[in-house]
Nanobody
């Protein structure tokens, strides 16, 4: 059973940056065989897909809401998925989840204030 651990969340002022990390522990996963993604859920809203990266090709895709501000990346040797978040807005406040293959992280809070 894989275990994903997220880190890097917290509180930041609007316009600031955070980088989320998602590390696979006790990994039997081969990153290059996985599709990896980030999603988020704000209070009272449905879960929103943010970004996907193909582990083999590195091809990425983004939701319009974060395109140009967020960057997804992977580090295969560290078994780590990243989400660099720049120009953060108040509406980016949410619980952020990573997914690697069929495994999900526990969620990490990001709070953006004015």
């Amino acid at each position: 059973q894989e275990h994903l651990v997220e880190s890097g969340g917290g509180s930041v002022q609007a316009g600031g940056s955070l980088e989320l990390s998602c590390v696979v522990s006790a990994s039997g996963l081969i990153f290059t065989s996985c599709t990896m993604q980030w999603e988020r859920q704000s209070l009272g809203k449905e879960r929103e897909w943010l970004s996907t990266i193909d582990g083999l090709t590195g091809i990425t895709s983004y939701a319009d809401s974060v395109k140009g501000r967020f960057t997804i990346s992977q580090h295969n040797y560290r078994n780590t998925l990243y989400l660099q978040m720049n120009s953060l807005k108040i509406e980016d406040t949410a619980l952020y989840y990573c997914r690697i293959c069929d495994y999900w992280g526990q969620g990490i809070q990001v709070t953006v204030s004015s």
